[in-house]
C-alpha cells in the first residue's frame, strides 16, 4: 500500500480549493476530494470578494479555483463516503477507487440551506427567487421592501439585520408557524418597525423573474425582495461518525488552528460555526493548512 498522504481534504468548494493549493504550495503530499456541490456554485455573482468590484459569479470563483489548483497537479477524486481511524492518522473510503489513507484530513464539507416551503417554488434559489445571506447581498437590496420567512431567533436576527443596515420596510413570514421569541427581541423587532405575520402563505405572484406578492388568507403583501432564513444543515456526518464535538446548530467546533475535538481533524468553512463567508472559508482553510504543515513530519532529507 502507498504512504499515507499527508492531508486529504474533503469538499471542493472556495474553502477545500484554498486549502488544496496551500498544502500544495507548502510541498505536501494532498488529495481534494469532492462530491462536486458546493454552496458557492449557487452564487449569481458576489460584489463582496475582494478584487472583484463588478462582481463576480460563484461558478466562475469555482472555475479560477480549481485551473489555479491544477498548476500544482493536485490530484481531484469524488465523494468520500467513510472516514475511520487508522492509528494517528486516517483511513477514508471513496464512492469508487481504493481506500486512501491520510496522516492529517480537513473537512471543508460545507452546508445545505434549509429551503422555505412555500407553494409551487421549485429551485426558487436557482431562479433567484428568492436570498438567503443578507451579508452578501443586503447591500443591493437597500431601501426595497423586504421580506424575510423564519420562525425563530435567526429570522428575527436576519430581519433586525436588514431593518437596522438597509431597509425601513421589513417584514418577517412564519409561513403559519408560531415565532418563537422572548419579549426582549420582540420589542426589539417592533423598535425597528419590523412587521411579523405568523399566518400561512397560500399562493404567490412570480413577475420579472422575481416573487412580487404573497397572498395570505384575506391578505396580499406585495415587495421586492424575499430572503430566507431558516437556517443550514451541516454536513458533519464523517466527523460525527468519528465522536468529533459539535454546537447546538449542529456545525463543527474547532480551536484556534481549525482542529477539530478529534487529534489530526481539522476543518474549515461553512460546515464550521461561524460567519459562512467565502473569505471567512478562505482564511479558515488558510489556517488549517499552516497548522498541518507546521504538525506533519519532515520531509525526508529534512531536519526537523
Ligand atoms: C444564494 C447564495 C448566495 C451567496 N452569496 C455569497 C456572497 O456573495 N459572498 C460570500 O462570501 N458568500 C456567499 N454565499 C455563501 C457561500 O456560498 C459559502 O459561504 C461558501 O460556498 C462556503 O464554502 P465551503 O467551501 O465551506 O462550502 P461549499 O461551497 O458548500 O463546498 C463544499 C463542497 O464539499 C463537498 N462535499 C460535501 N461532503 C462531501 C464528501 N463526503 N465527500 C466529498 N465532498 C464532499 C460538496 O459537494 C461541495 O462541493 C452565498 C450562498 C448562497 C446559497
Given at each position: 500500500?502507498?504512504d499515507?498522504?499527508?492531508a486529504l481534504?474533503?469538499?471542493?468548494?472556495?474553502?477545500?480549493?484554498?486549502a488544496a493549493?496551500?498544502?500544495?504550495?507548502f510541498?505536501?503530499?494532498?488529495?481534494?476530494?469532492?462530491?462536486?456541490?458546493?454552496r458557492a456554485?449557487?452564487?449569481p455573482?458576489?460584489h463582496?470578494?475582494?478584487?472583484?468590484a463588478?462582481?463576480?459569479?460563484?461558478p466562475?470563483?469555482?472555475a479560477r479555483?480549481?485551473?489555479?489548483l491544477s498548476?500544482?497537479?493536485?490530484?481531484?477524486?469524488?465523494?468520500i463516503?467513510?472516514?475511520a481511524?487508522?492509528?494517528r492518522?486516517?483511513?477514508?473510503t471513496?464512492e469508487?477507487?481504493?481506500?486512501?489513507r491520510?496522516?492529517?484530513?480537513?473537512?471543508?464539507?460545507?452546508?445545505?440551506?434549509v429551503?422555505?416551503?412555500?407553494p409551487?417554488?421549485?429551485?426558487?434559489?436557482?431562479?433567484?427567487?428568492?436570498?438567503?445571506?443578507?451579508?452578501?447581498d443586503?447591500?443591493?437590496?437597500?431601501?426595497?421592501?423586504?421580506?424575510?420567512?423564519?420562525?425563530g431567533?435567526?429570522?428575527?436576527?436576519?430581519?433586525?439585520?436588514?431593518?437596522?443596515?438597509?431597509?425601513?420596510?421589513?417584514?418577517?413570514?412564519?409561513?403559519?408557524?408560531?415565532?418563537?421569541?422572548d419579549?426582549?427581541m420582540r420589542?426589539?423587532?417592533?423598535?425597528?418597525r419590523v412587521?411579523?405575520?405568523?399566518r400561512?402563505?397560500v399562493?404567490?405572484?412570480?413577475?420579472?423573474?422575481?416573487?412580487?406578492?404573497?397572498?395570505l388568507?384575506?391578505?396580499?403583501?406585495?415587495?421586492?425582495?424575499?430572503y430566507s432564513?431558516?437556517?443550514l444543515r451541516?454536513?458533519?456526518?464523517?466527523?460525527?461518525a468519528?465522536?468529533a464535538?459539535?454546537d447546538?446548530k449542529?456545525?463543527?467546533r474547532?480551536?484556534?488552528?481549525?482542529?477539530?475535538?478529534?487529534?489530526?481533524?481539522?476543518?474549515?468553512g461553512d460546515?464550521?460555526?461561524g460567519?459562512?463567508?467565502?473569505?471567512?472559508?478562505?482564511?479558515?482553510?488558510?489556517?488549517?493548512a499552516?497548522r498541518?504543515?507546521?504538525?506533519?513530519?519532515?520531509?525526508?532529507?529534512e531536519?526537523?
Amino acid at each position: 500500500m502507498q504512504d499515507p498522504l499527508d492531508a486529504l481534504v474533503v469538499g471542493g468548494g472556495p474553502a477545500g480549493l484554498t486549502a488544496a493549493l496551500y498544502l500544495a504550495r507548502f510541498r505536501r503530499r494532498v488529495m481534494v476530494a469532492d462530491a462536486g456541490q458546493p454552496r458557492a456554485a449557487w452564487i449569481p455573482a458576489s460584489h463582496n470578494i475582494p478584487f472583484f468590484a463588478d462582481g463576480i459569479p460563484g461558478p466562475e470563483i469555482l472555475a479560477r479555483q480549481r485551473e489555479h489548483l491544477s498548476r500544482y497537479r493536485v490530484p481531484v477524486i469524488g465523494r468520500i463516503v467513510a472516514l475511520a481511524r487508522q492509528g494517528r492518522g486516517f483511513v477514508a473510503t471513496p464512492e469508487a477507487g481504493p481506500p486512501i489513507r491520510a496522516r492529517h484530513v480537513l473537512l471543508a464539507t460545507g452546508a445545505v440551506d434549509v429551503e422555505p416551503d412555500l407553494p409551487d417554488l421549485p429551485d426558487a434559489v436557482r431562479r433567484g427567487l428568492v436570498r438567503y445571506c443578507p451579508v452578501c447581498d443586503g447591500f443591493e437590496s437597500r431601501d426595497r421592501r423586504i421580506a424575510v420567512i423564519g420562525h425563530g431567533a435567526q429570522g428575527a436576527a436576519e430581519a433586525l439585520f436588514l431593518a437596522r443596515s438597509y431597509a425601513e420596510d421589513v417584514t418577517l413570514l412564519t409561513l403559519g408557524r408560531p415565532m418563537e421569541m422572548d419579549d426582549a427581541m420582540r420589542a426589539r423587532l417592533a423598535r425597528h418597525r419590523v412587521r411579523v405575520v405568523e399566518r400561512p402563505v397560500v399562493g404567490l405572484d412570480e413577475r420579472d423573474g422575481r416573487i412580487s406578492a404573497l397572498r395570505l388568507d384575506g391578505e396580499e403583501l406585495r415587495f421586492d425582495i424575499l430572503y430566507s432564513a431558516l437556517g443550514l444543515r451541516y454536513r458533519t456526518q464523517l466527523a460525527e461518525a468519528l465522536g468529533a464535538d459539535r454546537d447546538a446548530k449542529g456545525a463543527l467546533r474547532v480551536d484556534e488552528g481549525m482542529q477539530t475535538s478529534v487529534p489530526c481533524l481539522y476543518a474549515a468553512g461553512d460546515v464550521v460555526a461561524g460567519l459562512d463567508q467565502i473569505v471567512v472559508g478562505m482564511g479558515h482553510a488558510a489556517i488549517a493548512a499552516t497548522r498541518i504543515h507546521n504538525a506533519c513530519a519532515p520531509r525526508t532529507g529534512e531536519e526537523g
